[in-house]
């Protein structure tokens, strides 16, 4: 009996013994002309519940490289495409720092003899014990030298469910090499700043000795965020470093992740390291004192007046977005119901003289410029102070929302005929707009501004969201230009003499058209009530509508007294002015207490569109954490834009069908009472205001901004170019390429 135990105990091992001798255990190696991979795992067994690594490794011959996570200048890291049995997950590639590959102008990050890919396997805790481990993949490379050349292989290895094994010495040394490469996390404070056009990224923490660095240099996860080919300069700063760097194509002023590597000179010979960095922005401190001693980064001594060059550069190509946006916004439909004002107006004009032609434009764009400097003004004075607000913050006002609702319907009723106003009508202040003089051209542009603001057009999201990192003179400037070319078609119209003559003569039709084009003003009234519901629920309505009921009685008091005597007309106006002032009192004490409705529910699903959730950070983190695609909607009740942009490009069955095909999350942010996560969001992709749509791919995958103006084919052309991507990583969490 003791001897049939001992053979029992033999043969017990026997399976494991002969797993860890098969070769399956291993992949076989892959060979193309410039590079030798393999996929080792770092035992030849697992147990139900582990995480195994496992390492591409690719063996490079001389003079050819392949690329990092980012390539910088140019290039593709490599992608892992696995197939899996269900219970087992692949995790993101761990990639180690990268060096930096010049050639020519460029400089590229990657890995040149030697490249190590460090992959997470995840085996479920139920994974039956004794079942094998089978893992197939296919890599993908690029391999460069003079050329690139497209290459990859297929990769299989099957592990035994036993106790873990002993890694030979050859793959423990593979292993031990990738990583001594991977970037440490630690509890460094990390600093971002712009000065004179530069970056500048502020590193301070327990355990840096700035005085021992020799050497720096930071490569970024994001492209495009830092020029590659640019030096960087190493700089001391308040207990720490500084690196001072060139933006690159797409610089992100908010935010700064990436890889940064320090040389440090010691006793036994210098060491290097790298560490991973996340650095937000704060507000300028002057971190850059100067190069260190012993540091190889370059100074140009032009560098001043190249920073102020690109920093001109920059403002330049936001004011002419911004000239652009404004020009387009006047055919955002949230202007229409003003444009009819505006139309009405130059055909009245027309047959006047051109020097009043041309005054009744200045005075246009003289109240449009008004108006948008004190908008930007108090935009900016709100920024500064710390207060979560962007472009479009007065409409998050309720009291603002129903004056504007009155101030529609009241200019309704004029147009309708209700009642006319004169020179004498002084009191009726919401009503200048409506005046034939200079004044009233004044006025009119005013009030075109005001109520352009629920409305986005392309080219304003990058120029004013550009415009709130910027110091207060600049950024008074982009919105300045926004107006200027908010005013510009009218403002050519009146300085033209032969497109005004293009216009048709004044006549009958006027009337008929002027009393048409109330209409469009009546709806404006009637949504912005439909907003003051969302914002101060049902008695905010209620409020509103018995305010339009006051002024329609202090209208046809107005008229009713108009032909009676001094003392008539005198209890009729102070009539009227009461009404008015009631109404306005009855909003600011009701409706504005009134508990608000929230505008979205916590999901549904809007018209045939797809099903939502509403918005939070912790939500989106959430859900990237875990791999899924997200897309992200910001919207707002008073903005029409975002309203159209829902109706048009996001309510269809096959955007529908395509959401759901991709396994997409679909998130709403509401921004109509504001929302200091939704305003971070928008800040962080460089926006002043809503809309905002984001779609970010599974995993690490960069998130994919779509233009503030949709159409189902730009929605659908995202999610087909998500689709192919989503093919190429089936059955993964994605690697973070």
């Known amino acids: 009996m003791r001897r049939f135990g001992q053979i029992a105990r033999i043969l017990s091992v026997v399976p494991l013994l002969l797993a860890l001798a098969s070769p399956a255990a291993f992949s076989a ?105 089978s893992l197939r993949a296919r890599a993908n490379w690029l391999a460069c030298s003079d050329i690139c050349v497209p290459e990859g292989g297929d990769f299989e290895l099957t592990l035994a469910t036993a ?41 301070a923490g327990k355990g840096l000795q700035p005085d021992r660095i020799t050497k720096a240099a930071f490569f970024p996860y994001k492209w495009g965020v830092v020029e ?36 440090e000179a010691l006793g036994d010979g210098p060491a290097t390291r ?21 540091t190889s980064a370059g100074t140009n001594a032009d560098s001043g ?39 009405m107006a130059l055909i009245r004009h027309a047959e006047k003289a051109p020097r009043t032609i041309r005054m009744h434009g200045l005075a246009y764009a003289l109240g449009v410029l008004s108006c948008f400097a004190v908008l930007a003004t108090l935009l900016i004075a709100l920024k500064g102070a710390g207060e979560a607000v962007g472009w479009g913050f007065q409409l998050q006002s309720p009291l603002f929302v129903a004056v504007m609702a009155y101030l529609f319907f009241l200019l309704g009723l004029n147009l309708s005929g209700a009642f006319e106003i004169g020179g004498s009508a002084i009191g009726l202040g919401g009503n200048l707009a409506a005046r034939r ?41 982009i919105f300045l230009a926004l107006g200027l070319g908010f005013a510009l078609p009218y403002l050519l119209l009146t300085f033209v003499p032969a497109l005004v003559r293009l216009l048709p003569r004044p006549g009958v039709w006027m009337e008929r058209t002027r009393q048409f084009l109330a209409f469009p003003l009546y709806a404006s009234a009637a949504w912005l009530v439909w907003v003051l519901g969302i914002q101060a629920g049902p008695d905010g309505v209620l409020a509103a509508l018995a305010g339009m009921i006051l002024i329609a009685f202090g209208v046809w008091l107005w008229t009713a007294v108009r032909d009676t005597g001094t003392r008539g007309r005198l209890i009729g106006r102070s009539g009227t002015a009461a009404a008015i002032i009631a109404a306005v009192a009855i909003v600011a004490g009701l409706g504005i207490n009134a508990q608000p409705s929230a505008s979205l529910p916590a999901s549904g699903r809007s018209a045939s569109g797809p099903e939502f959730e509403g918005f939070s950070s912790e939500r989106l983190a959430a859900l990237r954490a875990s ?10 009740a008073w903005c029409i834009t975002c309203l159209v942009n829902e109706r048009v490009a996001l309510s269809s069955a096959i955007v529908n069908e395509q959401f759901d095909a991709l396994g997409i999350t679909y998130l709403k942010g509401d921004w109509t009472n504001g929302d200091p996560q939704i305003t971070a969001l928008l800040d962080s992709f460089g926006r002043s205001g809503v809309p905002l749509y984001v779609l970010y791919g599974p995993g690490n995958a960069e998130p994919v901004l779509l233009p503030q103006l949709l159409t189902e084919s730009l929605v659908l052309d995202a999610l087909r170019k998500l689709s192919e991507k989503s093919k190429i990583t089936a059955n993964t969490d994605r690697s973070t390429s």
């Open 274 to 294: 790298a560490y991973e960095i996340s650095a937000m922005a704060r507000p300028q401190e002057g971190a850059a004192a100067g190069p260190a001693t012993g």
């Open 627 to 636: 791999g899924k695609p997200v897309f992200v909607n910001m919207t707002a």
């Open 437 to 477: 003089g200079y004044g009233g051209s004044y006025f009119t542009g005013v009030l075109a501004a005001v109520v352009s603001t629920p409305c986005t057009a392309p080219f304003m999201g990058a120029a004013l969201g550009f415009a709130l990192t910027q110091s207060a003179p600049v950024s008074l400037g």
């Open 29 to 133: 190696a892959v060979t193309t002309d410039h590079v030798t991979a393999r996929i080792l795992p770092e035992t030849a067994s697992t147990r139900p519940g582990d995480t195994l690594w496992v390492l591409l490794h690719l063996r490079l011959k001389e003079g050819w490289h392949t690329y990092w996570r980012n390539p910088g200048d140019s290039g593709e890291p490599p992608h892992i495409v696995w197939t899996l049995p269900n219970g087992v997950e692949a995790g993101d590639i761990q990639w180690p720092y990268p060096d930096p590959l010049p050639y020519g102008p460029l400089l590229n990050y990657g890995y040149s003899a030697e490249a190590f890919h460090l992959i997470p396997i995840r085996i479920a805790k139920d994974w039956p014990a004794g079942r094998p481990v």
């Open 163 to 203: 106790a873990p094994a002993q890694t030979d010495a050859a793959t423990a040394g593979l292993f031990r090499k990738a990583r001594e490469r991977l970037p440490v996390k630690i509890d460094w404070t990390a600093g971002l700043a712009q000065q004179d056009g530069k970056i500048v990224l502020t590193v």
């Open 305 to 343: 007046t190249a920073a102020a060059a690109t920093a001109n550069a920059g403002i330049l190509q936001a004011l002419l977005l911004a000239i652009l946006g404004g020009v387009v916004l006047n055919l955002m439909p949230c202007v229409f119901p003003v444009l009819s004002m505006k139309a």
């Open 228 to 263: 590659p080919a640019a030096a960087q300069t190493l700089g001391a700063a308040a207990g720490g470093l500084s690196l001072t760097m060139t933006p690159g194509q797409k610089p992100d002023p908010q935010r700064l992740d990436g890889v940064l590597v320090l040389t």
